[in-house]
């Protein structure tokens, strides 16, 4: 099916270039030649045939022509984005052929204000493959058409005991397919097929049968930009379908369910927030539109009229610019629910280094308030609507990071809770991060996601909460129970005993560190002087006991009003 072509996506010749952007989730407008091996760049902003003009921050966009030398590109309309404030922000690049993975520009970038709302963006960049094709991006590319040859690829290695079934729930606005994927063991389903609600799943083909287990539904991309929630949901399947212990777990105990795009029209023409007509899906979610939002109605229908009394987890994935960490964002709930709601995000980070929970955000103002620009509320978003729908508890915003500007914790080593054995695997010490775009990233936070859920219900075969100091899932609870008490009545805090409210100690994982001789991995002040950006993985043992982390009480519950943040 021939799709309509973008104006931003196209070919554009200089004299001396030829840049390219006539490829899916392609976004440059303009090219224009202004001295020695510089030019200015104009990207599209999303929705701009609909005459809105804010969001030019997603560019991608390829070149052909350059030669060895130093080069520099400035796009001279970009919108007032956080992310590019930063100093450590670099977009990220790849030569073809050339090189395999994306990698970030290694030299310095520049940010400043033309006028309100309209920024010059530039970057510098050394070229060492002259007549390759050399592409840029904001970050790590993710294109309607990967996805499809993903799960293509995904579905052809499936174990012959997992159940791999793809469906068409419904069509984009475009035409897209939009797909749900159920995963699980084969045994885990009754001979009889779920039903077809109206409006979804309009192709012949055979619906799903129904699940004998509770569903974990997993959805992403629907602001299209975000394309690190792709390569997290890509690691999730990987396990999904592979013989490691907690994949084999998984498939025998929760069937999962998963739209990988729900916004493929706004992913395929280069969007970074919104759909073809400035719609923010997200906010849609309370009442969506089965004629204006297909994706989201098809979503919630699914969820709330066919899976509903088996779903134990909602999880959408995301990414933002703005906080150091990756993290979530949850309901809030009356306790006692709410310690049971943090337990997980607390998970997340036991079993991620990459993943704070200091940084998630449980408030009630989180599920009210309104985007600046639109003034939708975040009733609409997923997580809040079916919390309040079904009553859901599990039910987040996961939110991956475009960069991590900030050392990662420490996690406790993984244990294999049959034989009580220590896992020996690659552990993450990455120092001083300018996570743009790290492989290692999306694995380790697609695999704390899945190991999160197995230890929220004690059936994790290869835990790091035992080697916690609190060693099961019900005192940590407590732990958090507590917290959470605490944090409502800081009184209360001086009247809670010391085993009631464990303290974290960031002395103790200090020394711990310092006796493996790890400290200075982490600490070096010159060594971070002079290699900022590159990533630092050693491989070690863990020998230190893990405690929590400092900052018990204190979690803060801020927005940042800057333009740049992306909100879930
Ligand atoms: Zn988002």
Excluded at 84 to 89: E, H, Q
Aim: with cysteine; hydrophobic share 35%.
């Amino acid at each position: 099916m021939d799709f309509e072509k973008q104006p931003h996506q196209c070919v554009l010749n200089t004299e001396t270039l030829q840049f390219f952007s006539d490829f899916d989730s392609g976004n440059l407008l303009r090219a224009i030649k202004v001295g020695h091996n510089q030019y200015e760049l104009l990207i599209s902003a999303d929705a701009s045939n609909k005459g809105l003009n804010h969001y030019r921050i997603w560019f991608y966009f390829g070149i052909r022509g350059m030669k060895k030398g130093s080069y520099r590109f400035t796009i001279i309309n970009a919108s007032n984005f956080k992310l590019f404030a930063s100093p450590l922000y670099k977009p990220v690049w790849r030569a073809i052929p050339g090189s395999v993975e994306w990698q970030r520009v290694m030299q310095t970038t520049c940010y400043t204000m033309n006028f309100p709302n309209s920024y010059r963006f530039s970057w510098n960049f050394d070229c060492n493959f002259p007549d390759n094709e050399v592409y840029f991006a904001l970050a790590p590319p993710y294109s309607y058409e990967h996805l499809v040859k993903s799960l293509d690829l995904y579905e052809s290695l499936c174990p012959w005991d997992c159940a791999f079934y793809r469906e068409v729930i419904t069509k984009s606005l475009d035409g897209r397919n939009v797909e749900i994927i159920t995963i699980s063991s084969k045994k885990n389903f009754s001979g009889e097929r779920e039903e077809r609600e109206v409006g979804l799943f309009q192709s012949s083909i055979h619906r799903s049968f129904k699940s004998l287990k509770p569903i974990v539904f997993i959805s992403a991309r629907v602001h299209p930009g975000e394309t690190p929630s792709s390569y997290l949901l890509d690691t999730i399947i990987q396990l999904l379908i592979s013989k490691d212990p907690r994949g084999v777990t998984l498939r025998s105990n929760f069937v999962f369910k998963i739209i990988p795009m729900l916004n493929p029209d706004g992913v395929s023409r280069g969007h970074f927030r919104v759909d073809q007509n400035g719609i923010n899906l997200n906010r849609c979610y309370a009442s969506p539109s089965m004629f204006d939002h297909p994706s989201i109605y098809a979503a919630k229908n699914y969820i709330e009229k066919i899976i509903s009394s088996s779903l134990c987890f909602y999880l959408d994935l995301h990414a933002h610019g703005s906080k150091k960490s990756c993290f979530v964002y949850g309901n809030f709930i009356d306790m006692p629910r709410q310690a049971e709601n943090e337990l997980f995000s607390k998970l997340l980070e036991i079993n991620s280094p990459y993943f704070d929970y200091m940084d998630c955000d449980f408030s009630e103002k989180s599920m009210t308030s309104k985007d600046p620009k639109d003034h939708h509320s975040k009733e609409g978003s997923g997580r809040v609507a079916f919390f309040r729908s079904l009553n859901l508890t599990f039910s987040y915003t996961i939110e991956a990071a475009f960069y991590i500007p900030k050392t990662l914790h420490p996690i406790p080593p993984m244990v294999n809770t049959k034989t009580g054995r220590r896992c020996s695997e690659v552990a993450v010490v990455e120092k001083f991060l300018v996570q743009v775009y790290n492989r290692l990233m999306f694995i380790d936070v697609g695999a704390a996601i899945l190991s999160s859920i197995l230890d929220v219900f004690s059936i994790n075969p290869l835990s790091r909460l035992g080697a916690t100091e609190y060693k099961n899932v019900e005192v940590l609870k407590e732990y958090i129970g507590n917290m959470v008490l605490t944090r409502k009545n800081p009184k209360l805090k001086k009247s809670l005993s010391r085993s009631e409210l464990p303290k974290a100690s960031s002395d103790k994982i200090t020394e711990n560190f310092r006796r493996s001789g790890r400290l200075n991995i982490m600490m070096n002040q010159s060594d971070r002087n002079n290699d900022v950006a590159r990533n630092t993985v050693c491989r070690f043992r863990s020998s230190y006991k893990y405690s929590c982390r400092p900052k018990t009480i204190d979690l803060k519950y801020k927005t940042q009003k800057s333009i740049g943040e992306q909100r879930d």
